[in-house]
């Protein structure tokens, strides 16, 4: 029996056994679980057959997670090679009546396998024992009726240089309170801002996951400077702007001046000679999501920026001729500032000069992930770059990899869409995206920048 941890509510201890030790931070009775409106009323189910519950359902339950259990009764491979739920129990179904004795009974139960007849079989155990069983779930038919599955086995396609085919993407962990702006530190270990939590979590090498800093602001992209401290793209109320985090808190930047303060700025790219690059797209994000968003004649004529903060502190404007700019990265050799035109097909180039200033700016690589829209479409979100010149950007169709000359070289698709990405591990061979409360790895032939932050 193992615990499948996806949402925060839930802990996973791992075992050598056959059981594993369930530790839940669930104290309401069922009783006290709100049904969903259209959930059936089940209070006899261990005499009357148990209820295969809709998508709709599901769904409601799911957003109980404090009062409702969710029973996998499948095998392990099961759940690789199809997927699963969030957040789950799981104990093989000729297992569940020896280990029953370990489910909790202060919780309302939802029983899964691949159909919901195997469920039904589990669901109809466990009430005969006592157990408050609400349903059965089938995770084909859940998805069949549009439902995304979790901890599916997802492999890479062959990348030359890149990934081998048939590379196995492994979930580092599921169920973060958000997911943004990863760096990778002196040793390789992983930083990442958890924003609705208010936190920065770390990733070590060995895969222990603890929170680095608290109260960091509302960070939304990270990076650290040649000097070894962390900088964070910040947009929480009151501290909107470029700060250090760490070893000690201190604002570098919040505008281009008094009169043009940054709004939210998204992404920060560091140079080994203390450049550093921002975008914000501000002013075009409040313009797209607003309450009556902008029509395309509107946005046409929203300014945004990159700006460049020079190592005396100095901040100019670089450009303002992207519409909407999100991720940023760097060269190898620092010479190019690659950019994602989040409503746009493509990437941008842009010549870094020798006083850090940019020019030559230029179309980079072809999306496959981009979406159209009337208001501009969807493109690129994060950018990451390898020792090699590839260029990886994260869109709906998962990573995306370009040759130094903007070929496309394939996707890499993901369990959920990512949004953004950095190079890890002692030896900066593990590619680590993040997207949507998720966290995966994916072992790579090639390596990250010889640098420092991202």
């Not at 369930?22 to 409106?37: D, F, K, V, Y």
């Not at 909407?324 to 950019?339: A, F, Q, R």
């Not at 061979?429 to 420092?452: E, N």
Request: charged share 20%; with cysteine; net charge positive.
């Amino acid at each position: 029996m193992a615990l499948r941890n996806t949402c925060s509510p839930t802990r996973l201890l791992r075992a050598s056994g056959s059981l594993a030790l369930l530790a839940m931070s669930l104290t309401a009775h069922p009783a006290h679980a709100q049904a969903p409106a259209d959930a059936p009323d089940t209070q006899a189910t261990s005499h009357a057959k148990i209820p295969v519950l809709s998508r709709a359902q599901i769904d409601a339950y799911l957003a109980q997670s404090g009062k409702v259990l969710f029973i996998d009764v499948r095998r392990p491979d099961e759940v690789s090679e199809i997927g699963g739920l969030p957040a789950y129990l799981s104990i093989q179904l000729s297992e569940l009546d020896r280990l029953s004795a370990a489910i909790p009974k202060d919780l309302a139960l939802v029983v899964v396998s691949n159909h919901a007849a195997r469920g039904q079989k589990g669901a109809a155990l466990l009430a005969a024992k006592g157990f408050h069983v609400v349903g059965a779930v089938g995770v084909q038919n859940y998805e069949a009726e549009g439902g995304t599955l979790w901890n599916k086995k997802f492999v890479t396609p062959e990348i030359p240089g890149v990934v081998k085919a048939g590379t196995l993407i492994s979930v580092v962990r599921e169920g973060f309170e958000g997911t943004e702006g990863p760096a990778v530190l002196k040793d390789g270990s992983i930083l990442f801002a958890e924003q609705r939590s208010n936190k920065i979590i770390k990733i070590a090498n060995d895969g222990t996951i603890s929170t680095f800093l608290d109260n960091d602001g509302g960070t939304h992209r990270l990076a650290v400077a040649p000097s070894g401290e962390i900088l964070a793209a910040n947009t929480g109320a009151g501290s909107v702007g470029i700060a250090a985090l760490s070893p000690t808190r201190r604002n570098l930047a919040t505008g281009l001046n008094k009169t043009t303060p940054f709004i939210h700025p998204n992404d920060l790219a560091i140079s080994s000679k203390g450049h550093i690059y921002v975008t914000d797209p501000g002013a075009y994000q409040q313009a797209v999501r607003g309450a009556k968003p902008a029509t395309p004649e509107e946005l046409a004529k929203v300014k945004t920026g990159v700006y460049w903060i020079n190592p005396k502190g100095k901040v100019s404007l670089a450009t303002d001729s992207i519409p909407w700019p999100n991720g940023l990265v760097l060269s190898p050799d620092e010479k190019t500032l690659y950019i994602a035109n989040t409503v746009g097909d493509s990437l941008f180039a842009f010549t870094v000069n020798p006083d850090g200033s940019l020019s030559g700016q230029r179309s980079f690589g072809k999306l496959a992930g981009y979406q159209p829209s009337p208001r501009g479409g969807r493109g690129a979100d994060g950018i990451a770059i390898d020792r090699e010149g590839r260029v990886y950007a994260t869109t709906s169709a998962g990573v995306e990899v370009f040759d130094a000359s903007g070929k496309a070289l394939g996707v890499i698709a993901v369990p959920r869409q990512p949004q953004a990405l950095v190079f890890g591990g002692a030896d900066r061979s593990r590619l680590f995206v993040v997207g949507r409360g998720s966290v995966y790895r994916v072992p790579t032939l090639t390596k990250g920048p010889d640098r420092d932050g991202r």
